[in-house]
């Protein structure tokens, strides 16, 4: 259930993602971390992937093999950690009537930085991807 101004709670499957409540008031993690308590300018940054995606309500879906709870109208979404590198992830769906659906979508990650920049704090409960370090 998105909405505008106020909670989006992101349902996930156990052991790969945590669920989340967070504010969609603005464009910030709720795991950003503290600021650095010496006086001077920095910077620290953290990446994640929002995966989501909607099919009929009474269909099975799977996330990177895991199953995907689905809301009353078969919507879903999940996150995911994104550190750098090469990752993938397969989203499967089956109709109650044993109709197929997959698709792999893959996604890369480079940072690139001048000066000194540090890695925020993240949700430890989110992993890359599946199949993934």
């Not at 990752?87 to 659906?101: E, K, L, N, Y």
Request: aromatic share 6%.
């Amino acid at each position: 259930m998105r909405k505008a101004a106020g909670a989006e709670i992101l349902p996930a499957p156990p052991g790969l993602l945590a669920p989340l409540a967070v504010s969609v008031e603005g464009v910030s993690s709720p795991f950003g971390g503290e600021q650095p308590s010496a006086k001077g300018f920095w910077l620290n940054l953290a990446a994640e992937l929002v995966l989501y995606g909607a099919t009929e309500p009474d269909a099975s879906v799977t996330v990177g093999g895991l199953p995907m709870p689905l809301r009353p109208d078969g919507t879903f979404s999940c996150r995911f950690a994104l550190p750098d590198g090469e990752h993938s992830v397969t989203v499967s769906a089956i109709s109650a009537q044993g109709d197929w659906r997959q698709a792999e979508l893959k996604f890369s990650r480079r940072t690139e930085h001048q000066g000194e920049v540090g890695a925020a704090p993240q949700d430890p409960a989110l992993k890359p991807p599946a199949g993934n370090p």
